[in-house]
């Protein structure tokens, strides 16, 4: 191999390691926010007239009964195989959840790009000919 490929080739995993490092730390952050929320999730789950009984099977099905360590270590491979979960509101499969709303979320995001763009672009360049 010539040299600007090995360097293109090291760019390349050096991106790649950089986004898997951002990803893991990203699922890091969610699952932290997940576990520091004060509501529990399993008298979500039941309710409040749960017995103990069931909320402790409901825990170990959930997993929240393992050390965080290993919590975290399967919420990553659940992760990576594309099971965000469900829903403890809906009760629905959380990856079904965003693409429904995902369509709206984009015209959303595209519309207000575009109206940034159209807006901002023309007030930069008037505020930068006209000082004061």
Same mark, same amino acid.
């Given at each position: 191999?010539?040299?600007? $490929?090995?360097?293109?080739?090291? !760019? =390349?995993?050096?991106?790649?390691? #950089?986004?898997?490092?951002?990803?893991?730390?990203?699922?890091?952050?969610?699952?932290?926010?997940?576990?520091?929320?004060?509501?529990?999730?399993?008298?979500?789950?039941?309710?409040?007239?749960?017995?103990?009984? !069931? =909320?402790?099977? =409901?825990?170990?099905?959930?997993?929240?009964?393992?050390?965080?360590? !290993? !919590?975290?270590?399967?919420?990553?491979?659940?992760?990576?195989?594309?099971?965000?979960?469900?829903?403890?509101? #809906?009760?629905?499969?959380?990856? $079904?959840? =965003?693409?429904?709303?995902?369509?709206?979320?984009?015209?959303?995001?595209?519309?207000?790009?575009?109206?940034?763009?159209?807006?901002?672009?023309?007030?930069?360049?008037?505020?930068?000919?006209?000082?004061?």
């Amino acid at each position: 191999m010539d040299r600007p $490929a090995i360097r293109l080739l090291g !760019q =390349i995993l050096v991106g790649l390691g #950089t986004l898997a490092i951002t990803l893991l730390g990203l699922l890091a952050v969610t699952f932290l926010i997940a576990r520091v929320v004060p509501t529990d999730p399993v008298l979500s789950i039941v309710g409040e007239r749960a017995t103990a009984a !069931q =909320i402790a099977a =409901i825990r170990d099905r959930l997993g929240l009964d393992l050390p965080l360590w !290993q !919590q975290f270590l399967i919420y990553v491979r659940d992760a990576m195989r594309g099971d965000l979960g469900t829903s403890i509101r #809906t009760g629905q499969s959380v990856t $079904a959840e =965003i693409a429904r709303y995902f369509p709206a979320t984009l015209e959303l995001a595209t519309l207000g790009t575009l109206f940034g763009t159209l807006v901002g672009v023309p007030a930069g360049v008037l505020a930068a000919t006209r000082p004061g």
